[in-house]
């Protein structure tokens, strides 16, 4: 039997989520519903629990020069999509992604952090650039949209 952090038996967490998601209803659209709010749930707590921790860690990391605020966006957007999460615009609160850029012609420069988002259209937009690291304020990952999925292409049960 394994302990989480706080020593606290796993087995009871897991029982009990299996135990809520196995009385979802039984029709696929209902169960998917039921499934789909627990899901948006955690991944909202995960989100809360982890913003406090992951800025207070980032902080530690080395950010001064252009490469090192590089590969502290990368490390970000990395560990926040393996969660299914993102990072909140702080101006627009739309799903973002952190970058470092140099201005342009200013190859000596240290560069600066941005975050970045796709309007409606998949078009990127700059919404905030600091050359000091934000706080990073955290929220679910959107869905990823597919190529060509139109409501229209769902199976359809045979009669």
Same mark, same amino acid.
């Given at each position: &039997?394994?302990?989480?952090?706080?020593?606290?038996?796993?087995?009871?967490?897991?029982?009990? +989520?299996?135990?809520? *998601?196995?009385?979802? $209803? /039984?029709? =696929?659209?209902?169960?998917?519903?039921?499934?789909?709010?627990?899901?948006?749930? #955690?991944?909202?707590?995960?989100?809360?629990? *982890?913003? $406090?921790?992951?800025?207070?860690? #980032?902080? /530690? +990391?080395?950010?001064?020069? =252009? @490469?090192?605020?590089? &590969?502290?966006?990368?490390? #970000?957007?990395?560990?926040?999509?393996?969660?299914?999460?993102?990072?909140?615009? $702080?101006?627009?609160? /739309? $799903?973002?992604?952190? #970058?470092?850029? *140099?201005?342009?012609?200013?190859?000596?420069?240290?560069?600066?952090?941005?975050?970045?988002?796709?309007?409606?259209?998949?078009?990127? /937009?700059?919404?905030?650039?600091?050359?000091? +690291?934000?706080?990073?304020?955290? &929220?679910?990952?959107?869905?990823?949209? @597919?190529?060509?999925?139109?409501?229209?292409?769902?199976?359809?049960?045979?009669?």
């Amino acid at each position: &039997m394994g302990h989480d952090s706080n020593g606290e038996d796993q087995t009871d967490w897991r029982d009990r +989520l299996r135990q809520k *998601l196995s009385s979802a $209803p /039984t029709d =696929y659209a209902g169960r998917r519903a039921a499934l789909s709010d627990v899901s948006h749930s #955690v991944r909202r707590q995960i989100a809360e629990a *982890l913003q $406090p921790v992951l800025n207070a860690h #980032v902080r /530690t +990391l080395p950010h001064e020069t =252009y @490469e090192e605020k590089r &590969m502290v966006a990368s490390w #970000v957007n990395r560990e926040l999509h393996e969660l299914g999460l993102t990072i909140r615009c $702080p101006k627009t609160g /739309t $799903p973002s992604i952190l #970058v470092a850029d *140099l201005r342009s012609g200013d190859e000596d420069s240290k560069g600066r952090f941005r975050i970045e988002a796709r309007d409606e259209t998949g078009r990127t /937009t700059r919404t905030y650039c600091s050359t000091r +690291l934000p706080d990073l304020e955290l &929220m679910e990952e959107p869905p990823r949209r @597919e190529n060509f999925a139109r409501q229209s292409d769902l199976p359809h049960r045979r009669r």
